[in-house]
């Protein structure tokens, strides 16, 4: 369809912004979120003109977090808008957590006009140095390079590691006419490790495997796939291996399997630690080194399998199977000979049910992890759960019991604070016809509660649980241990059924766990529900 130019002349191109929108389309990008100013309104306008749903959001950081989370979740780019300046350097959080964890992302931000950027200084800041250290590419998009451009944007934030670019889009640019644009070429879900995997290097990790006595496995981000979960049950089970996962892969391990430990860098890590420290051999599968919190320190072996070489040295690896996630397991299992049981499943329940009880511990007044066990009752298996940061995030990651991959999400990498609501309304936006909460403290809610009445706009039903004990009690707690008194890390508390009233939701605060679980069972289907939860912040020390 012609478009009219800026001048009002009629252009028998499609104009930068649509051309744009549509190669978008053709990868399957669906949303684009945002929080516009006037140097991006055409850009909104083209996308719309291809197909594309502009959602606003109510912060920059927020249209970041729920296009991560979109990504993260289907494995198609996420795209999100904000204009130049402020708008900008607000989005700069949102992509720094897609860049950490691992999510592809095309961040579009406005720019002075052309012919203005290089004698303007009113809002002028060089973008793209800014997002260089953030992002695998940027570029700067005109008239005549805007349909290779958006394709290498498709192409590197798919390509292993997935990540970020940025796109610069000058004012003037969205609206001219695109030059000679060829074929819209389609991109699919990336896929992580193309070569096959090296039958040689696997046949070490085989022998490493045969004459283990103490194997442990840990699963992460990368193994988080469906066929990849069926070869790691398929491997835990055949030699009796007992598994642990990363919070980014919880769920590809049914956490209801007797085999199941635990998820590392959560509440009571140190313990599956010195699991670890007891073991000789770990299979490290698709386990990427930012989901490491802390050194590693083990002496067992360590089987590196995953999409690439383990060449961050977070560990040393005794023997590497690099390529797909779900070949390297079969072929390891197909090189391991008959399967020799290695762990006594009595010795695994020990373990099992002494961690579950030390994770859990019992107080007078209502604690996070029964507030979480009733939100697990309520929830169908398929629920999709996002969590934010702080004792909240430790307590989630290692109480809420997942059963599928990619049904739980969280800003693990970066760990940023906001991400939680964000991304949950993400993912209601990509998947209407499954329920979603999110578990939130009440410091990381007050940053981001405007984010609500998006929800009520785009009649998102989601489930907000607040953990409220009016503190951030995680870094409050470091002040306690180290005999520090407390200071900036308490804040008065919140009216949180006046605040969802002010929304139009249903607010309800709960004190116990009867109360929790009959506000679970009022949830809204097209609007959020607000479930404050006033805990006891004691149950997060375990001594």
Not at 162 to 168: A, D, K, L, N, S
Not at 396 to 423: E, I
Not at 459 to 475: H, N, P, R, Y
């Amino acid at each position: 369809m012609a478009a009219p130019s800026p001048s009002g002349l009629v252009l028998t191109e499609p104009t930068v912004a649509r051309l744009v929108g549509e190669r978008l389309r053709a990868a399957g990008v669906r949303y684009v979120t945002g929080h516009p100013g006037g140097e991006v309104v055409d850009l909104i306008e083209g996308f719309r003109q291809a197909g594309l749903e502009f959602v606003l959001t109510r912060h920059e950081t927020s249209a970041a977090f729920m296009a991560e989370a979109m990504a993260s979740a289907s494995g198609v780019p996420g795209v999100c808008i904000a204009t130049l300046g402020p708008g900008a350097t607000n989005l700069v959080t949102g992509v720094a957590q897609a860049y950490l964890d691992r999510a592809p992302l095309i961040a579009f931000t406005g720019q002075l006009r052309a012919d203005r950027v290089e004698i303007t200084t009113h809002q002028k800041l060089d973008l793209r140095a800014l997002f260089a250290p953030i992002t695998k590419w940027q570029a700067r998009l005109t008239p005549s390079n805007a349909a290779d451009v958006i394709d290498r944007a498709l192409r590197e934030s798919l390509e292993p590691r997935c990540g970020p670019v940025h796109i610069e889009v000058p004012s003037d640019v969205p609206r001219l006419a695109a030059v000679a644009a060829s074929r819209v070429v389609s991109h699919g879900a990336g896929v992580l490790g193309g070569a096959s995997v090296d039958r040689i290097a696997a046949g070490r990790a085989a022998q490493l495997l045969r004459e283990s006595r103490r194997p442990v496995i840990l699963a992460g981000m990368d193994a988080n796939e469906d066929d990849t979960a069926d070869a790691l049950r398929n491997l835990a089970e055949e030699w009796a291996i007992p598994v642990m996962v990363s919070p980014k892969a919880k769920g590809v391990f049914r956490e209801d399997h007797p085999l199941f430990l635990g998820t590392i860098e959560m509440l009571g890590t140190a313990r599956l630690y010195e699991y670890i420290d007891g073991s000789d051999l770990v299979l490290m599968i698709g386990f990427d080194p930012v989901e490491f919190d802390r050194d590693w320190a083990a002496a067992a072996s360590v089987i590196h399998l995953g999409p690439l070489p383990n060449d961050d040295r977070i560990y040393h690896s005794a023997a590497e199977i690099v390529g797909p996630v779900r070949e390297g397991i079969d072929v390891l299992r197909s090189l391991a000979g008959k399967p020799t049981p290695k762990r006594s499943p009595k010795d695994v329940r020990v373990f099992r049910e002494s961690f579950r009880a030390f994770v859990t511990p019992k107080r007078d007044r209502l604690t996070s992890q029964q507030v979480l066990t009733e939100l697990r009752a309520a929830l169908p298996e398929d629920a999709l759960v996002t969590c934010d940061v702080g004792y909240n995030k430790a307590v989630t990651g290692q109480c809420l019991a997942m059963y599928q991959p990619k049904t739980f999400f969280m800003s693990n990498g970066l760990s940023s604070m906001g991400y939680g609501l964000a991304a949950a309304l993400g993912l209601k936006l990509l998947h209407r016809d499954r329920e979603v909460a999110c578990v939130l403290g009440d410091g990381g809610f007050a940053m981001v509660m405007a984010e609500l009445e998006t929800a009520v706009r785009e009649k998102l039903g989601v489930t907000v649980i607040v953990l409220a004990d009016d503190a951030l009690s995680q870094i409050k707690a470091s002040q306690e241990r180290k005999g520090y008194p407390v200071i900036g890390t308490t804040f008065g508390g919140l009216d949180y059924v006046a605040l969802a009233q002010g929304f139009g939701i249903t607010g309800r605060e709960v004190r116990t766990v009867a109360e929790c679980r009959d506000a679970l069972r009022t949830r809204s289907t097209d609007r959020p529900t607000l479930i404050a939860a006033r805990v006891d912040p004691s149950a997060y020390d375990l001594g």
